[in-house]
């Protein structure tokens, strides 16, 4: 009976050993993919060579945000709101052909321009907008407007 039992220990070693020489031959080829060469200094030249290229790609990535924080600045800055209402001035006769413009940028500070067809002469007044509040008194056409383009 030892004999057998010895025989078993054998055969499950060689089947052990089997496994371990097939499995080094594949991390071997593995292997391969990263020196590509004899040495370890292919490996070396491959990752120095990803680093330089992360490197470039950190300093790419933070360049375009920071032109990104600088548009955003720059659309919050320009006109955002913009509605144009027109009327009748001073109930004279013809159809709505005065108007009043507003644009407002993203602090709600702009402008109000309006013209007011007169059958002497037209008039344009431009009136300041700064945070959302008139700088001169406003008629109750601009007053709907400028309530309109703040909502």
């Known amino acids: 009976m030892n004999i057998s039992l010895d025989i078993i220990l ?3 070693l060689a089947v052990i050993v089997a496994l371990l ?5 594949v991390l071997a080829r593995r292997l391969k993919v990263f020196f590509r060469g004899n040495t370890g200094a292919a490996l070396e030249k491959v990752i120095e060579a990803q680093m330089k ?9 933070k360049r375009q945000l ?4 600088a ?15 027109r009327f009748n001035s001073f109930d004279e006769g013809g159809s709505n052909q005065s108007f009043a413009i507003a644009m407002l940028d ?3 500070t702009g402008f109000i ?4 067809y007169l059958s002497a002469a037209p008039r344009m007044f431009l009136k300041p907008i700064t945070r959302g509040e008139p700088q001169q008194k ?3 056409e601009e007053e709907t407007l400028l309530k309109d383009t703040l909502q």
């Open 53 to 61: 290229k992360t490197m470039k790609l950190e300093g790419e990535a």
């Open 113 to 116: 321009l309006t013209n007011l």
């Open 21 to 25: 020489a097939l499995w080094n031959i």
């Open 71 to 85: 548009l955003r600045t720059d659309l919050f800055n320009s006109f955002q709101k913009v509605k144009l209402a």
């Open 138 to 140: 406003l008629s109750p």
């Open 10 to 12: 054998l055969i499950g």
């Open 66 to 69: 920071e032109e990104i924080l």
């Open 106 to 108: 993203g602090h709600n």
